[in-house]
């Protein structure tokens, strides 16, 4: 017993140290991976502390470049507001100028539909145009035309009407100096017929005869003077006649009647008034 207590004691004690030895190298592993892990967290801490201290640096430097920045920005904003102070009048002009040439732009769809609409109105217009400017060649050819003719006319019925009125002229003093001899030698006759019967001392009976053939020859006289009135007055009424037709054609042809160069005289029978009938339905005088 006291054998085997020995060896059990000696294997306990060789197993324990065993066990030591393994603890103490378990131990010293540990404790040398602690020590190589703490190195490794220290050095990594240290790496993180390094790189704080430098980003706290970097960040201090970006916070004075910001406050610089925004001091600089500051003073930037104080002068554009002062400058958007000052530029309020204009922007203002400017939105109501922007608004006002919305408001054309909005009319310009309108305004352009009403050119296209008037360049076709012009064009049929200029077509138009042309027709008319043809119409009025061919017309002012024919006005020409009409005129050239209306001159002629003219120019023969100034001389037509001048030869007209010397004719009528001449012969309305051939009639009237043929009234006047007339008038002359009946008067002579009444007075010598006078001057035979206060000279003559016929009875009555011869007397009445002498008388009856003066009053017959008187008759005649007067029916022959009667005639040539009559004459006058026809040919005075177709000479007026003749003058109106005149200035009515000259109206009718635009021509005023100054412009003709001299004033047509109309004739008139002495005591005697002419009718506006025709020349042909002049009465007989009484």
């Not at 408001?103 to 049929?124: E, F, H, P």
């Amino acid at each position: 017993m006291k054998v085997l207590r020995d060896e059990l004691d000696l294997r306990r004690k060789t197993e324990i140290h065993e066990v030591e030895e393994w603890k103490n190298g378990q131990i010293n592993t540990l404790m040398q991976r602690h020590e190589e892990a703490f190195t490794d967290i220290k050095n990594y801490y240290n790496d993180i502390t390094l790189n704080n201290l430098a980003l706290i640096n970097s960040l201090k430097e970006q916070m004075e470049d910001m406050r610089k920045k925004e001091e600089h920005l500051e003073r930037e904003m104080a002068e554009v507001s002062s400058q958007n102070r000052r530029l309020a009048d204009p922007l203002q002009k400017a939105r109501e100028e922007m608004a006002e040439m919305q408001r054309k732009l909005g009319n310009y769809a309108r305004d352009k539909q009403i050119l296209t609409s008037t360049k076709a109105r012009l064009k049929v217009t200029e077509k138009e145009l042309k027709d008319l400017q043809w119409e009025h060649e061919v017309l002012e050819q024919r006005f020409l035309k009409v005129q050239q003719e209306r001159d002629e006319l003219y120019r023969k019925f100034t001389a037509a009407i001048q030869e007209v009125q010397q004719k009528t002229g001449f012969k309305n003093l051939l009639l009237e100096r043929k009234l006047q001899a007339l008038n002359a030698a009946v008067e002579r006759r009444e007075v010598q017929f006078n001057e035979v019967l206060a000279a003559s001392n016929l009875d009555p009976s011869a007397l009445t005869l002498v008388s009856r053939k003066l009053e017959d020859v008187l008759q005649s006289k007067n029916a022959t003077i009667k005639d040539l009135q009559y004459e006058l007055a026809r040919v005075c009424k177709a000479h007026n006649d003749l003058l109106r037709t005149y200035e009515a054609k000259l109206l009718a042809f635009g021509i005023p009647l100054d412009n003709v160069g001299f004033k047509p005289l109309e004739t008139a029978v002495i005591g005697q008034t002419l009718g506006q009938g025709p020349a042909g339905l002049v009465a007989t005088p009484t």
